[in-house]
């Protein structure tokens, strides 16, 4: 196969994959409850999943700062309900998590 046709092929495989781990993602944040406050795109308890991507874009410390107020809880800086502490959820999965949410 030539070169030129290889290029294509690795991007789109590279694209399925990307948006495998999405899913994957998506259903790590379901697996841990945190869309029992959060969803996409809409309010419900705390800030849409795209919001909190918006605030943090281009910040270079933002997966770790997010990651903190998760694990530690939040107060005041989505208005006044607070985000209660999120100690049960793996390092491993509140990693994915908090990048699946900054990729939005």
């Known amino acids: ?3 030129t046709r290889l ?3 690795t991007l789109a495989f590279g694209l399925l994959i990307s ?3 999405a899913v994957a993602d998506e ?3 379901k697996a841990n409850g945190c869309t029992a406050c959060h969803a996409l ?3 419900v308890v705390g800030p849409a999943y795209k919001s909190v991507a918006n605030k943090y874009k281009g910040d270079a410390a933002a997966a770790d700062k997010l990651a903190k107020e ?4 939040s107060k ?3 208005g006044p309900v607070p985000m209660p ?3 049960k959820i793996s390092d491993a999965d509140l990693k994915k998590v908090v990048a699946w949410i900054l990729a939005q």
């Open 76 to 78: 005041g800086i989505w």
């Open 85 to 87: 502490a999120q100690a």
């Open 1 to 3: 196969m030539k070169a």
């Open 41 to 43: 795109d809409k309010k």
């Open 19 to 21: 948006a495998g781990q």
């Open 27 to 29: 259903a790590t944040a």
């Open 7 to 9: 290029i294509p092929l």
């Open 70 to 73: 998760v694990r530690t809880g």
